[in-house]
């Protein structure tokens, strides 16, 4: 039985390393599959900290470039309706030059007139008709006035130039 017994405690101490090893071997694939786990979840963790850094980075620019398209309309608008209310001055004062000049032309015709009936005499200052010429354009004047005491408006038809 000793020699049994003997043998029996070689072979059990024999196996006892051998287990020992694989324990061993098992206990330190065990510690670099978990020093791998922590790594890659590191390395993820980074990752999604990376990636939501990154959509913070772009929502701030994209609040960003909103505000600014919002100015971009507001004064975008502005001017538009700046410009349209110069054109629609600018279409009154044409009208209103369109008149003036016809009333010019008008009063060039009367002088025009004066002069061939006077003979030339209304350079003189005598109309041949007891009045001078300052009395009957002052007379003309006070008529147009009198006439004409609304400001100058354009027709519809004036405002297309």
Same mark, same amino acid.
């Given at each position: 039985m000793?020699?049994?017994s003997?043998?029996?405690?070689s ?25 791998r ?5 590191e390395?993820?963790r ?5 990636k ?5 980075d772009?929502?701030a620019?994209v ?6 398209? !919002?100015? /971009? #309309?507001?004064?975008? +608008? $502005?001017? *538009?309706?700046?410009y ?9 004062l044409?009208a ?6 016809h009333r010019?032309?008008?009063? !060039?015709? /009367? #002088?025009?007139?004066? +002069? $061939?009936? *006077?003979g ?10 007891g009045e ?7 007379n003309?004047?006070?008529?147009l006035y ?5 400001p100058?408006?354009?027709s ?5 130039y």
């Amino acid at each position: 039985m000793a020699s049994s017994s003997g043998s029996g405690t070689s072979s059990g101490s024999s196996g006892f390393q051998n287990s020992g090893s694989e324990e061993d071997l098992q206990h330190l694939m065990d510690q670099r599959k978990r020093k791998r786990m922590i790594s890659n979840r590191e390395s993820a963790r980074r990752s999604r900290m990376r990636k939501q850094k990154h959509i913070d980075d772009l929502m701030a620019q994209v609040a960003e470039l909103r505000k600014e398209n !919002n100015q /971009i #309309i507001t004064s975008m +608008n $502005v001017t *538009t309706q700046q410009y349209l209310n110069v054109e629609a001055e600018n279409s009154v004062l044409r009208a209103q030059v369109a008149e003036l000049s016809h009333r010019l032309q008008s009063l !060039n015709e /009367i #002088i025009e007139f004066l +002069n $061939v009936c *006077t003979g030339g005499l209304a350079a003189e200052g005598s109309y041949g008709f007891g009045e001078s010429a300052d009395g009957f354009l002052n007379n003309y004047w006070n008529h147009l006035y009198l006439n004409q005491q609304q400001p100058l408006m354009p027709s519809a038809n004036m405002l297309h130039y």
